[in-house]
């Protein structure tokens, strides 16, 4: 037996989803705002790369490597101290689609090899960093109505020495 009420709801509920429908087509087609991040907001700032809490920075790992070596003898173990100390910064971070224009051209200054400025929030004074390692991943893939595969974000891996 059809039921007239079930009727009613069914045409209802078909009205609800194409409205859904248009909405999503309406957000997938209006371009992404690009976000640049403010100095107030920074946890990080590499040069003029500023990473904030958006970019999910779980922490911010901190080495200090004093040079010693241990040279075994058959009577005695030596430690030699050998050239200074070295200090090492690195973290993670995963950066959003809407704010990866901001970091267009960070890849190009750590090919160069030279000290960039770097401060954190923790340190009032200003340090130079030489980046010796940099992984970028892309994550989280979507797939968008019209058959578009996009990712949704990248996570960049930085470790480099504080000189």
Same mark, same amino acid.
């Given at each position: 037996?059809?039921?007239?009420?079930?009727?009613?709801?069914?045409?209802?509920?078909?009205?609800?989803?194409?409205?859904?429908?248009?909405?999503?087509?309406?957000?997938?087609?209006?371009?992404?705002?690009?976000?640049?991040?403010?100095?107030?907001?920074?946890?990080?700032?590499?040069?003029?790369?500023?990473?904030?809490?958006?970019?999910?920075?779980?922490?911010?790992?901190?080495?200090?490597?004093?040079?010693?070596?241990?040279?075994?003898?058959?009577?005695?173990?030596?430690?030699?101290?050998?050239?200074?100390?070295?200090?090492?910064?690195?973290?993670?971070?995963?950066?959003?689609?809407?704010?990866?224009?901001?970091?267009?051209?960070?890849?190009?200054? $750590?090919? +160069?090899?030279?000290?960039? @400025?770097?401060?954190? *929030?923790?340190? %009032? #004074?200003?340090?130079?960093?030489? $980046?010796? +390692?940099?992984?970028?991943? @892309?994550?989280?893939? *979507?797939?968008? %109505? #019209?058959?578009?595969?996009?990712?949704?974000? +990248?996570?960049?891996?930085? @470790?480099?020495?504080?000189?």
């Amino acid at each position: 037996m059809i039921n007239i009420k079930n009727l009613s709801r069914a045409k209802e509920n078909q009205a609800r989803f194409e409205h859904l429908k248009d909405l999503e087509k309406q957000a997938l087609n209006t371009p992404l705002k690009s976000i640049a991040p403010r100095e107030n907001e920074k946890i990080i700032k590499i040069d003029r790369f500023i990473f904030t809490t958006f970019h999910n920075i779980e922490s911010l790992d901190y080495e200090l490597n004093l040079g010693i070596s241990k040279v075994e003898t058959l009577s005695q173990n030596y430690y030699l101290k050998l050239g200074g100390n070295e200090e090492r910064i690195s973290f993670e971070a995963r950066i959003f689609v809407e704010h990866l224009e901001h970091f267009n051209g960070f890849v190009d200054s $750590i090919k +160069k090899r030279t000290p960039l @400025s770097f401060s954190t *929030l923790e340190s %009032s #004074s200003l340090r130079k960093i030489i $980046i010796d +390692k940099f992984s970028s991943k @892309s994550k989280d893939w *979507l797939m968008d %109505s #019209s058959r578009n595969v996009v990712y949704h974000t +990248k996570e960049f891996s930085i @470790s480099g020495v504080l000189v």
